[in-house]
């Protein structure tokens, strides 16, 4: 069990509503061989997807890796989700940097952050579960996460999640990304 978590039920209900730009689902990807993991992060709203390679699945590389994807967006950033996993271990941490809530799905209840594990699903079509993620370049992961965020989504009305995080940024005071 990890201290101090918040559980979703004390998530407001907005966030389930996928209507506004900075609640993220979060997880990791785990190379065969426990060859290093890939940090994923989604916003449920415009279906963003942030990835970066840790090469351990410890709180300490989550924490950080977090921290470096999350914090250009901090402005903007409200809540992030996660599962019960180890690695989030260091949630108060990540929460007061980014100044969001974080929240933990129920163990065993992966349907809760249902975006994140199919987002998971399409980056393994890149790096199947055979695939040693120390192997994998950051170039590799980059190529993946713009791919990602190109991809027109029938969920966005044909939109590629990149043109709906600028539309949605736009709104707010953030200066909107770049392909």
Not at 37 to 52: E, F, N, Q, Y
Not at 139 to 148: K, M, N, P, R
Not at 149 to 156: E, G, I, S, W
Request: aromatic content about 8%; cysteine-free; hydrophobic content about 40%.
């Amino acid at each position: 069990m990890i201290p101090h978590r918040v559980d979703i039920d004390k998530r407001p209900q907005k966030v389930d509503r996928k209507i506004r730009f900075g609640d993220f689902e979060v997880d990791t990807i785990i190379g065969t061989g426990q060859s290093g993991a890939i940090v994923s992060i989604v916003d449920r709203a415009s279906k963003l997807t942030k990835l970066g390679y840790v090469f351990a699945k410890t709180a300490e590389d989550a924490l950080e890796m977090l921290l470096r994807k999350l914090m250009p967006l901090k402005n903007i950033a409200l809540t992030i989700t996660a599962d019960n996993g180890k690695e989030f271990a260091h949630h108060q941490k990540i929460s007061s940097e980014l100044g969001v809530e974080f929240y933990f799905a129920k163990p065993y209840q992966s349907w809760q952050r249902g975006l994140n594990e199919h987002t998971n699903g399409l980056i393994r079509l890149f790096f199947p579960k055979d695939k040693r993620f120390d192997e994998i370049s950051d170039l590799e992961i980059q190529t993946v996460e713009d791919l990602l965020n190109n991809r027109p989504r029938k969920v966005l009305n044909y939109e590629t999640p990149l043109e709906v995080f600028n539309r949605l940024s736009f709104q707010t005071p953030l200066v909107a990304l770049q392909g």
